[in-house]
């Protein structure tokens, strides 16, 4: 069982950066997704990021080109860089993981809330003047 607990988050004006970050403890398995979604308030969490355990990235189109995903298998962290804050990036944020294999069927990763089973409890980001 994988135990993700996020930290980083905080108030920083626009233009400003953050990294957020994601302890990953337990089992991981050997072939995983590792993601970044967000929830702001009133609307629904989505995704933002994803690595998977080939160092493969895909971006959500409204962070691409300013935030990275990073993982550091030997600290055993996730990093999400975030570099050019608008306060439409105000949310909270998770880190969530999946394991690709279910059964005899081997997933690719996606940003889509259901494919990931372990959740952090959040850290939450507000970008302001």
């Known amino acids: 069982q994988v135990h993700l607990v996020e930290s980083g988050g905080g108030s920083v004006q626009p233009g400003g950066s953050l990294t957020l970050s994601c302890e990953v403890s337990?089992?991981?398995?050997?072939?995983?997704?590792l993601a970044w979604f967000r929830q702001a308030p009133g609307k629904e969490r989505e995704g933002v990021a994803y690595?998977?355990?080939?160092?493969?990235?895909f971006y959500a189109s409204s962070v691409k080109g300013r935030f990275t995903i990073s993982n550091d298998n030997a600290e055993n962290a996730l990093y999400l860089q975030m570099n050019t804050l608008d306060v439409e990036d105000t949310a909270m944020y998770y880190c969530?993981?999946?394991?690709?294999?279910?059964?005899?069927?081997?997933?690719?990763?996606?940003?889509?809330?259901?494919?990931?089973?372990?959740w952090g409890q959040g850290t939450h980001v507000t970008v302001t003047s």
């Open positions: 690595i998977d355990n080939h160092g493969t990235t």
């Open positions: 969530a993981a999946a394991d690709r294999v279910v059964g005899l069927l081997y997933r690719l990763c996606d940003l889509k809330e259901r494919t990931y089973d372990t």
């Open positions: 337990g089992n991981r398995p050997p072939n995983y997704c």
